[in-house]
Every structure is written in structure tokens, then in C-alpha cells.
């Protein structure tokens, strides 16, 4: 990987994500794609395993076994219809980047994903079942897990603030615009997903079901 791109773009994206997004788009659009969506999938499954309280129905080994599992199927998807929505909606604002480079400028900016695992793994370590219960966030610990959760919330914000610098940057250079037109086209997918989910929250609620509490 590394010949072929002249740079190890695990390390280079983080600091010149320019630069080595572009390199990944020349060469190989897909390159380590599966890899990026198993790391962001593991992060992202013990979020929505933590939000359904899967402790409460599997043991902790079984719990960490289906979020392996679901992992790359997880980011695949995420990465997919993700990239799908800034490809139409930046052809709306005169993009040039085709289908796979958008969705390699955003598989790449979740290399941060990598420090995120290590995070949710020691979360896991000190915490153990407990960490996949709804309630764990409202829960108030006096020890030192209380400092642990501290720089565990910490941790997670600088990275996702990280990332968004990371996305920003290679989006822009995709898609050949500004930073500031990137930012518009991020706007417009999160203006499609506010869309799709208040009709889905107003289809619920005419069949008389549970709405997902957006609106």
C-alpha cells in the first residue's frame, strides 16, 4: 500500500488529508474500503448495542461477537448510502467527484475510527456488560470509572472533531470545490436525512405506532 501510494495514508490522512486522499483516488478509489467499515462498524455497533441494552438479553462475550459480526455490513451501509447522498446533492452544486471517490474521501476521514475502537475497548474492559445498557449514560459512578468516562467523552469529541476537519478537506478535494461549498454539501445531505425521517416519524404516527421522537 504504501509503494503503491508513496505515503501510509493511515498516518498521512490525519495530517495531510489533501494530499493523500488524492493520491488514494488516483491510484485505487476502493483501497482498504472493507477495512474502514469494519473499524467505523465496531464503534458504531456498540452505540446502537448500548442504545437497544443488548446486555440485558446476551451474555457480554455474545454481545461483542454480534457487533464484530455486523461491523463491516454497518459501515458498508453507512459509507454507501452516505456517499450516494453527497454524490447527488453536490451534482446539484456543480461537484466533479464521481461516486467512489466520495465515498472514499468519506471512509477515509473515519481513520480516526482506529483510536475510537481502542476507546470503546477499554470502556468495555473497565465497565464490562454494563457499558451496553441504555442507562449507562445517565449513570453517576463516584470513582475513578468517573474519570474514565470523563476522558473517554473527552477522547470522542476531539475525535469526531478531528474527523469533520478530515471530511471536510477531502470532500472538497473530490468533489474540486472550496472548503465552504463542501460544508454546503454536507448541509444538503443532512437537509435529505431530516427530510426522510420526519416523513418516517409522520408515517408512524398515522398508523398509530411509535414515532422516533424527531419532531
Known sequence: MDQMLGINPWWAMWVKPRKTIRSIVDSNNKLAFIGLCFLYGLTQGAHFAQAFSLAAYFPLWLVVVIIALAAIPIGAISFSLGSLLLYWTGKLIRGAGSYHDIRAAVSWSNVTAIFSVILVGLMILSFGE????????????????????????????????????????????????????????????????????????KLLALMGGNTIGLL
Open 130 to 201: 454494563a457499558f451496553f445498557y441504555r442507562q449507562f449514560a445517565e449513570t453517576i459512578f463516584q470513582d475513578w470509572r468517573a474519570f474514565l468516562l470523563i476522558a473517554f467523552l473527552v477522547g470522542e469529541l476531539l475525535l469526531a472533531i478531528w474527523k469533520l476537519v478530515i471530511f471536510i478537506i477531502a470532500l472538497s478535494e473530490v468533489q474540486r470545490f472550496s472548503a465552504w461549498m463542501a460544508i454546503v454539501n454536507i448541509i444538503l445531505v443532512g437537509i435529505v436525512y431530516f427530510i426522510i425521517f420526519f416523513l418516517i416519524d
